[in-house]
């Protein structure tokens, strides 16, 4: 299997749980190459979000407090620094601001910008792994660069018993192998 079909198969078993809907930028018309993962997902389980990234994790948090399980999407690593504040400051903090009463599982996707066969530009290529790793201390991030650790990346993402959020950057360089 390809790297994009590990991703379909990983969102058809995230689309098996009740508690589990996709919000993003081009989740549920095309745009980008998110997209194309989740084509074979029902429309009535995605939330089609217009370009605002900070107010998307605000819902996608919102949504967790409320026991869903968003599997939010940002299709550049560059585009979710918008939502940095809700990240940092409200996703990663709330089991400690709330002395544990909230605890929401958010499954954050976004991916480093392809420079083949189009290059996007600095502004949409960027790879801030490194950087999400020292901002975040509740929330795992996880780097797909082998497609055999995508399946069992999300499948953790949504299975583990300590409630925590994931985010899982993928590489957009990959999508068209």
Known sequence: MKYVEHLVK??????????????GQSVAYSGNSIYNTLKTISNDRKIETPV?????????????MQGFVPVTCYPRFDFLLLAINQLVNHLD????????AYKPRVIIRT???????????VQ???????????LLTNVD?????????????????????????TLIVEVGEFYNQ
Request: charged share 25%; hydrophobic share 40%; aromatic share 8%.
């Open 141 to 165: 991030v996880v780097y797909l660069d082998d497609k055999q650790q995508i399946f069992p990346a999300f499948k953790k993402a949504l299975e583990r018993e300590d409630s925590k959020s």
């Open 111 to 121: 991916a480093v910008g392809a420079t083949v066969p189009l290059n996007g530009g």
């Open 52 to 64: 605002f990234e900070e107010t998307q994790m605000g819902l996608s948090i919102g949504l967790a």
């Open 124 to 134: 949409h290529t960027q790879d801030h792994t490194e950087a999400f790793r020292n």
């Open 10 to 23: 990983s969102m058809e078993f995230l689309a098996e749980d009740p508690r589990t809907v996709f919000i």
């Open 93 to 100: 903090k709330m089991e400690e601001m709330t002395l544990g």
